[in-house]
Each structure stands twice: as structure tokens, then as C-alpha cells.
């Protein structure tokens, strides 16, 4: 591999493994071989940014979209050609910045891609034309932050938007947001306003991973949350990254080892590097 620090890792409908590096570039693992190829890494001082892999998509059509921290979008055919969209100070219409957290393709077809510091994006891809949703502290039904960490769609069709300072659902008809964050005097509210990552269970349950508020399980009809820390067994309370598997278990991984949690039970079963884990820390 090019780079020890891996920041995602994707599998495409074909079964490729790409695995994104911070430093690195865009690494592809052939499954037979056992070996990796780089199809990304940027020698010039030009394309030195693009080696900071954050986010991997495939959209509908089977093209990669690859997020870098600095080097803006990069979108990859199966040619292994690229297309680079970058931050155009000049150009209202371009992305919004060159670091992009977070890429997600609706049930429409539509591209948005969350930033850092540059809020979120929609893309039109037949024009080329980026529409930026920003954070605008005199509008309580703006974007709650322009730090952009997560994106998905529910089944009901809501989009959701994980940021450094709060959780946003949008309404796309009248382009606005409900903000939901943590407040003090209210136990069932958000846990912690940064939010890393949000999944949606087989059963339509909406769980948030923070950075220092552990596990959040959200009502949408109530929109209350239910929170799970430490305390309730989890082994660290920033949670990355959060996936279920075909038993109903959901896998969390956190600055302290991997979890696996029975929702049904409200219990915990954490491994670390004496189960196997090559280091506690993930990414």
C-alpha cells in the first residue's frame, strides 16, 4: 500500500476494494492477486492535495467520486480517467471548497457533496454547476454549520446532514432545515453537536455516532434521542463509523477499539488489540 493511514475504505458493485489514503492517494485491491495498485497519487505540488483521500461514491452509473481534503472532487470512470471539480473563487457556481468530507446520491440522481468550510453542495451534473447551501446565523432554518461531515437519504426520503455543529434534516421543497442540537436542559436531545456519522437500521431507525456524545438512537416521530456512552458500555464516546449486519447488530468503531451492539438488548461486546485489532484508533 502507498500510505499506512487509511481513511476510507469502499467496495464498488463489482466487488473492487478502494481503499483511500491520507497521503497516500487512491489505492485499488485486487482480491486474486493479493496486491495493490495506486491509481491516484499526485507528485507536483499541484497535485499534492489530491493524495488526501477523505470519501469514496459510486453513483447509479457506476462512476467514482472521490473526496480529498484540498484537491476538491475527483470523479473516475472505470477507464481509470479523471475529471477534477475544484473551488473557483472567481466562479459562483463551482464547489464551494477544495475539502470535501462527505459525497451522497440521492433517489433522484442528485449529487451532494459535503464540505469543510464550504457548507453543502448540489450538483447538477449536466450543467456543471454546484448550488451551495451555507450557515447563516440570522436564519434559524439555515444549514446549522458549513462543516459538512456526513450525508444520507432515509427511506422516507428525508436528507440528512451530520455537522460540526449540529444534526440538519432538509426539506428540498423549501430548501430549509430543521436543526437539531444538544441542549443542556433537555436529556433527549442530541448528545453532542458533532456529528461523525448517521445510519439508518433495516428496521428505518436513524443512529447518530458523535465526537464525544457516544451513540445516539433517534425517534423521528417523537424526535427525541436516546443516548448510549461509556457509561451504558460503549468503549469510547466518538464514534466513527457505524454499520449493521445480517443479524441486526450494529458495528461502531471508536478511538478506542471496534463495538458491536445488540439494539434489541442494549448491549455491548467491544474488541481491541488482544481480540486482534491491529491498533485501537480508527478512522
Do not use: A
Not at 475504505?9 to 492517494?25: H, P, Q, R, S, V
Not at 495498485?37 to 452509473?61: A, P
Not at 467514482?64 to 471539480?85: E, P, S
Not at 451534473?125 to 440570522?138: D, I, V
Request: hydrophobic residues 30%; charged residues 30%.
Amino acid at each position: 500500500m502507498s500510505n499506512n493511514r487509511v481513511r476510507v475504505i469502499f467496495e464498488d458493485k463489482k466487488g473492487n476494494l478502494w481503499i483511500g489514503t491520507y497521503g497516500g492517494g487512491l489505492n485499488l485491491f485486487d482480491r486474486k492477486e493479493k496486491k495493490f495498485r495506486t491509481v491516484i497519487y499526485g507528485k507536483s505540488s499541484k497535485e499534492f492535495r489530491q493524495n488526501y483521500i477523505v470519501s469514496i461514491y459510486e453513483d447509479r452509473t457506476g462512476l467514482l467520486w472521490i473526496g480529498t481534503y484540498g484537491g476538491g472532487v475527483i470523479k473516475l470512470n472505470r477507464d481509470v480517467k479523471f475529471l477534477h471539480y475544484f473551488s473557483k473563487p472567481d466562479n459562483p457556481n463551482s464547489l464551494s471548497s477544495n475539502l470535501v468530507f462527505s459525497i451522497y446520491e440521492d433517489k433522484e440522481g442528485i449529487l451532494w457533496i459535503g464540505t469543510y468550510g464550504g457548507g453543502l453542495n448540489k450538483f447538477d451534473r449536466r450543467k456543471g454547476r454546484f448550488t451551495h447551501y451555507l450557515n447563516n446565523p440570522e436564519d434559524p432554518e439555515s444549514l446549522s454549520n458549513n462543516n459538512v461531515r456526513c450525508i444520507i437519504e432515509d427511506r422516507e426520503g428525508n436528507l440528512w446532514i451530520g455537522t460540526f455543529n449540529g444534526l440538519n434534516r432538509f426539506d428540498r421543497k423549501r430548501e430549509k432545515f430543521k436543526v437539531y442540537k444538544h441542549d443542556p436542559e433537555n436529556p433527549e436531545s442530541l448528545s453532542n453537536n458533532f456529528v461523525l456519522s448517521i445510519y439508518e437500521d433495516s428496521s428505518e431507525t436513524l443512529w447518530i455516532g458523535t465526537y464525544g456524545g457516544g451513540l445516539n438512537k433517534f425517534d423521528k416521530e417523537k424526535e427525541v434521542f436516546k443516548h448510549y456512552t461509556t457509561l451504558d458500555g460503549l468503549p469510547n464516546n466518538t464514534v466513527y463509523g457505524i454499520l449493521e449486519d445480517s443479524q441486526g447488530n450494529l458495528w461502531l468503531s471508536t478511538n478506542n477499539g471496534l463495538s458491536k451492539f445488540n439494539p434489541k438488548k442494549e448491549t455491548f461486546r467491544n474488541y481491541n488489540v488482544e481480540d486482534g485489532l491491529q491498533e485501537n484508533e480508527f478512522n
